[in-house]
């Protein structure tokens, strides 16, 4: 009673003394208190929560961080306020749906927020939003979705750092046609196991992105067990067919330096969904090791909207991944008229190492469709495990495709198309320009490492300085190269090796049955098949360890009846299988 207007005071705590919420208030005349920032004496006056640099401690606000109380509505009144909230320090609370109205930065102190999901009007734009050492927690139901611990709609500038997210989703949206500008999430840890949840829905992503610009997701461990995808990136509007026109893009992804791990019982899709309208995309310097996702990287259109801005840059690089699923597939936008002009520009996919640890058949390894310029460079894609039905390239309708170096290393039927008459490299029609240069392949139980079928309309083919390893001939083998019902201007195949065992029946290095009515060049190295067996390979003074050794040489070990390679150029350098096995050390 004896507190007057004006006046500050300073308590010892929030509910008893030395609790940690103790602060600093202003006494002024009856107005409506909330219980939490304010409160309302027995006098008729209301003490008013002072803070200084709007810093918010949540224990100020009556959240007492003990592990049983839930605090949510405590932890409202200070999301009304915003501006920088601070959590203690390694403590446990639980919270329900909070809504973000005002700009906030949340210190979490590595503190558990159980069953906390920050939510935030789909009618607002609020930048921006911040949290640092959040530790987000549920406990799991089974039979039902898996909660969002995020779930912000039209937030600008979202920066997400050191947090770590256990069994919850993450969803960051702009809907109605805003157009938002950056979101990062760096340096922080998604461990989710929804195999308690009804993990076969659809909803089960751990990271769902839609209608934003500026994307960044660099730096995080992620393991992943039982989800759906890993992300989804979308446009704003989750049907384009139903308003094509007013589509937000996802302009500017970054997914880059993540450390991905997780495996997938059953109704595993993508790890990655680039799903309708998704422009400039850099996946780089990811490692992945995961099973039963059916894709490590999948973009699709397959809407038939000249209106529809799709993919202006693919760009995938240096990637180290094993996953028994496919690698990469690109799809444009086409429609009742095929290709559609403006969907993707350029695909690279370059200096990635792929594993498929599948022993099943599968798809092609980098599969692409209704594409405009496909560059694939200095990867070393290995199928050692495949037994039937596979090949790494599939390449359809796609206007200049460039294949530059990388090692395609075989084990099982690592190009085998079967019935499909597909080789190594299957290109299908609307391809303008072809080029294959400089790769090294194993033909496996293929009838070509390298064939172009199909071609209605091609301007040129050039298939030059290629290598083709073959130790496991089967009756259909053809040919290592193979330019197959083409009509073509110019036809250049000049400059290619093939290493296959003597006893081969094969018909010719090169097969060309196509029209060809400009330029044809068909001029190759041959076969090359130099026979040795183990013991002169292990003999340091034979000729083939002293005598034009150089690195990388190759020739047939016919004691073990496969193609080895030099180590080294010197006389005691070993020589080594396709697997880079050492197999024969000279001494």
């Known amino acids: 009673a004896s507190l007057k207007e004006g006046q500050f005071v300073e308590t010892g705590g929030y509910y008893t003394k030395g609790d940690a919420g103790q602060a600093k208030y202003l006494i002024v005349a009856a107005q409506a208190a909330d219980g939490y920032s304010d409160h309302t004496l027995a006098n008729g006056t209301v003490a008013v929560l002072q803070h200084s640099d709007s810093k918010l401690n949540l224990l100020q606000f009556g959240c007492k961080f003990d592990g049983t109380t839930t605090d949510t509505a405590a932890a409202q009144a200070a999301f009304n306020i915003g501006g920088t909230i601070i959590a203690p320090s390694n403590a446990k609370t639980k919270m329900g749906s909070i809504t973000v109205v005002a700009p906030i930065s949340i210190e979490g102190n590595n503190s558990e927020f159980e069953d906390l999901g920050l939510v935030s009007s789909a009618a607002t734009i609020i930048s921006p939003v911040r949290l640092r050492g ?3 927690t549920t406990t799991a139901v089974a039979g039902v979705n898996a909660p ?19 069994n919850v989703r993450t969803s960051i949206r702009g809907d109605n046609g805003i157009i938002q500008y950056g979101v990062l999430l760096e340096d922080n840890e998604f461990d989710c196991n929804f195999s308690d949840w009804d993990y076969v829905s659809s909803q089960q992503d751990v990271i769902d992105i839609r209608g934003i610009q500026n994307v960044n997701i660099t730096k995080n461990r992620i393991f992943a067990t039982n989800v759906n995808r890993v992300f989804k990136i979308a446009a704003g509007t989750d049907q384009p067919a139903a308003n094509p026109t007013g589509i937000t893009n996802v302009v500017g992804l970054n997914i880059s330096n993540n450390f991905i791990r997780g495996s997938v019982d059953t109704g595993g899709k993508q790890l990655l969904d680039l799903f309708n309208g998704t422009v400039e995309v850099n996946f780089e310097s990811n490692s992945i090791d995961v099973t039963g996702f059916t894709t490590i990287y999948e973009s699709k259109t397959g809407f038939s909207y000249t209106t529809l801005e799709t ?16 690698f990469v597939k690109v799809q444009g936008a086409y429609g009742a008229t095929g290709w559609v002009s403006n969907s993707y520009d350029t695909v690279k996919v370059s200096g990635n190492t792929y594993d498929n640890t599948s022993s099943l058949a599968s798809d092609a390894t980098v599969s692409c469709r209704f594409l405009n310029d496909i560059i694939v460079s200095n990867n070393t894609f290995n199928c050692k495990n495949i037994i ?7 390449i359809s309708s796609c206007k200049i495709v460039n294949i530059q170096g990388g090692e395609y290393i075989r084990g099982g039927m690592v190009f085998a198309t079967a019935t499909t008459n597909a080789g190594g490299f299957a290109f299908n029609s609307q391809i303008e320009f072809l080029t294959v240069n400089g790769v090294v392949i194993d033909q496996y139980d293929n009838r070509a490492a390298i064939m172009p079928k199909d071609l209605p309309v091609v301007k040129s083919i050039v298939i030059t300085n290629n290598t083709v ?6 009756a259909s083998q053809q040919s ?16 290619n090796t093939a290493y296959i065992p003597p006893q081969t029946s094969l018909e010719k290095l090169s097969r060309n049955f196509s029209t060809v009515s400009g330029r044809l060049i068909d001029k190759n190295n041959g076969w090359l098949d130099k026979i040795y067996a183990d013991s002169e390979l292990n003999d340091i003074s034979n000729d083939v360890n002293t005598q034009g050794k150089y690195e990388s040489r190759v020739v047939f070990n016919n004691t073990q009846n496969l193609w080895v390679y030099a180590s080294n150029l010197t006389a005691g350098g070993g020589w080594k299988d396709m697997a880079k096995n050492t197999i024969n050390t000279p001494v």
């Open 469 to 474: 390893t073959n130790d496991n001939l089967g």
């Open 134 to 136: 959040m530790k987000f």
């Open 311 to 326: 993919l202006a840059a693919h760009n995938i690089h240096n990637n180290t991944v094993k996953s028994d699923g496919l």
């Open 480 to 495: 290592a190269y193979w330019v197959r019902s083409c009509t073509v201007t110019d036809l250049i195949v000049t400059g």
């Open 148 to 166: 969002y611990a995020i779930n912000l709609r039209n937030i600008d500038n979202i920066d997400i750092k050191k947090c770590t997210f256990v």
């Open 388 to 394: 039937t039905d596979h090949y790494h390239l599939d």
